[in-house]
């Protein structure tokens, strides 16, 4: 994971601590644009765990790892990827609620 992974799921997780506070409210130019980035954000590190996930599906078909290895991250993979597609989810509905994507 990158430091630009990293600060990028530390911003999601901050922004949905204060989620319940802008809900409601029609967000400016400039919090739709920071709202707008973070699911960009969230969206491409969901990409790079997805393309990790074809390398390793690529090296179990050729036989470089063993089905368990292959198990293991597959599972670790589907963990990650959920909780992800749950927060973009849940980014969307602000940006719609709050009307950034009008």
Same mark, same amino acid.
């Given at each position: !994971?990158?430091?630009?992974? &990293?600060?990028?799921?530390?911003?999601?997780f901050l922004f949905?601590?204060?989620?319940?506070?802008?809900?409601?409210?029609? @967000?400016?130019?400039?919090?739709?644009? /920071?709202?707008?980035?973070?699911?960009?954000?969230?969206? /491409?590190?969901?990409?790079?765990?997805?393309?990790?996930? @074809?390398?390793?599906? &690529?090296?179990?078909?050729? $036989?470089?790892?063993? *089905? %368990? $290895?292959?198990?293991? @991250?597959? %599972?670790?993979?589907?963990?990650k990827e959920n909780?992800?597609? @749950?927060?973009?989810? %849940? !980014?969307?509905?602000?940006?719609?609620?709050?009307?950034? *994507? %009008?």
């Amino acid at each position: !994971m990158t430091n630009r992974n &990293v600060f990028s799921l530390l911003f999601v997780f901050l922004f949905f601590g204060c989620a319940h506070v802008t809900r409601s409210a029609t @967000h400016s130019k400039a919090e739709c644009y /920071d709202l707008l980035k973070q699911i960009v954000a969230v969206q /491409d590190y969901r990409n790079d765990l997805s393309t990790k996930m @074809h390398e390793t599906t &690529v090296s179990y078909k050729h $036989d470089e790892i063993s *089905l %368990e $290895d292959f198990r293991k @991250h597959r %599972e670790e993979w589907l963990v990650k990827e959920n909780n992800l597609h @749950h927060q973009v989810n %849940e !980014m969307y509905n602000m940006a719609y609620g709050t009307r950034c *994507l %009008e």
